[in-house]
């Protein structure tokens, strides 16, 4: 079983930057895949960023490329999402994930584990 806990969501102004956390226990994560996935109201959840546990790979959405960046500290079993230059339509409720077994991937399909989800409006 494994726990996901995120933090660090909230209101900011557009051009803003905000920092989200996501804290793992229950599993060993030697071999999982994290990722970051956003849902916006009416819309469907999609893939923000991704990060290989013990490669250092990380894949970003086309639409934050640039703007936003995954990190993890291992030794803290925690992913970071660093996100600058906020625009109002990353407005939506973040959601930490992971997948235990296999390859990254961009589906949410494959992620076996979520976290409750962290809100992020950005005012224009």
């Known amino acids: 079983q494994v726990l996901l806990v995120e933090s660090g969501g909230g209101l900011v102004q557009a051009g803003g930057s905000l920092r989200l956390s996501c804290a793992a226990s229950?599993?060993?994560?030697?071999?999982?895949?994290m990722a970051w996935f956003r849902q916006a109201p009416g819309k469907e959840r999609e893939f923000v960023a991704g990060?290989?546990?013990?490669?250092?790979?990380?894949y970003y959405a086309d639409s934050v490329k640039g703007r936003f960046t995954i990190s993890r500290d291992n030794a803290k079993k925690t992913v970071y999402l660093q996100m600058n230059s906020l625009k109002p339509e990353d407005t939506a409720v973040y959601y930490c994930?992971?997948?235990?077994?296999?390859?990254?991937?961009?589906?949410?399909?494959?992620?076996?584990?979520w976290g409750q989800g962290t809100q992020v409006t950005v005012s224009s």
């Open positions: 994930t992971a997948r235990t077994l296999g390859y990254f991937s961009q589906s949410m399909y494959q992620y076996n584990y």
């Open positions: 229950g599993h060993t994560f030697s071999s999982n895949v």
């Open positions: 990060i290989t546990w013990s490669s250092d790979n990380t």
